[in-house]
């Protein structure tokens, strides 16, 4: 998705907001993310040209060009529909073109247009490979190059890409290594064009810091490949989720994920904030609850799908799994990596698995039963390790060691130090996961289930 606020209008209404009278023009706005940020910019009065492919409804995401358009102007705004591919340079230009004469500049633009396919090398093809090149890095860098004339005559003069930070810890290259440099793609572009067009115009980055599964995966199709492809990633990979929810979510990742969800209001309300600074402020990579708290924001239950329950941390940012640091680096060299060494971990107690299992047996009951419904099995190594179940389908249910009596829902491999630390608090099973820590085969609905009952069990344990 994109979007670009146009120029001021020289038929404008009368004031409403910071961007009463700007032209937005977004691409793949017609859902999502890229309409959330559209109808903020609306509310205050702003002119939006929506730039994306669907033109006509899907049978599972709803939302077209026109549609969005409608909300637009039901919200304060004016809206102008263009059906435009960001890999077609031509789309793009004629776009901005239409947006021109409508409304008379550009003076914000986002770069939201994105593709995503979470597979390893050998299990990427080459069209999937030119399809994330081509929207993620060469659609940032063409539709940017269209609008930076108008930008420069524009008194705002924004360009928001929705991209990670710069991130070089291996653990984000690993396993979609192609999805990576082509969402990095975006970022390089924020750090060359903020330097090149400093003082003219502010050029930017935001990302989730709960992420959301990618709602700005540019297309139906891409969507419908993507759902197959993260359900066999999160069985045999070290997927990551992301966590603000949007129409494709769940499609995506099926229900009982978007509890961990944040809203796509967070980084509408983000955009805003950074729309707000001047021109000065530029090369930055902001993530959307830091910028938010320096707004004064503390509340942010608002934003989320279920208030109090555990979010979902986004790709690319470091909570806790490896720590990356940077050594300073002479002229001309790239910056050395070097990870931290981890200090082993303390050998639990003896029968601390066997002890972890018999304070969950004492929690369970029949509503912890009726409301999971699952049977997970546990392939533990190291001390008191081995083959355990915990069985939340029976009556009461259950736990043991061995295999359960029928077949496990969710498969969870892991050591015994880990696995104690999980049900104890001291390591979020979401972090576990994406570190490699924990490995998951099965339905990943139920997996995420089983978290919301570890911290229930936090105190005890």
Known sequence: MSFILLGMNPTKPKAKGKLAGCTVFITGASRGIGKAIALKAAKDGANIVIAAKTAQAHPKLAGTIYTAAEEIKAAGGKALPCV????DEQQISSAVEKAVEKFGGIDILVNNASAISLTNT?????????LMMNINTRG?????????PYLKKSKIAHILNLSPPLNLNPLWFKQHCAYTIAKYGMSMC???MAEEFKGEIAVNALWPKTDFLESDIHCSEAKMRVK?????YFSNYMSRLIAIYTAAMDMLGGSGIESQCRKVDIMADAAYCIFKKPKSFTGNFIIDENILKEEGIKNFDVYAVTPGHPLLPDFFLDEQPVTVTKEPATHGALPELKEKEAQPPPKPRSGAVEGTFRIVKDSLSDDIVKAT???????????????????LK??????????????ADVVMSMSTDDFVKMFSGKLKPTIAFMSGRLKIKGNMALAIKLEKLMNQMNARL
């Open 84 to 87: 435009v591919d960001v890999r």
């Open 122 to 130: 050998l299990e990427t093809p080459t069209k999937k490979v030119d």
């Open 140 to 148: 940032t860098y063409l539709t940017s190059k269209a609008c930076i």
């Open 190 to 192: 924020v750090l060359g």
């Open 228 to 232: 197959k492809l993260l359900l066999q």
């Open 373 to 391: 419904q699952a049977i997970y099995q546990f392939e533990l190594s190291g001390e008191d390790g081995g083959t355990w179940f915990l069985d």
């Open 394 to 407: 029976s009556k009461g249910g259950n736990v043991g060691h061995g295999e359960p009596s029928d077949r």
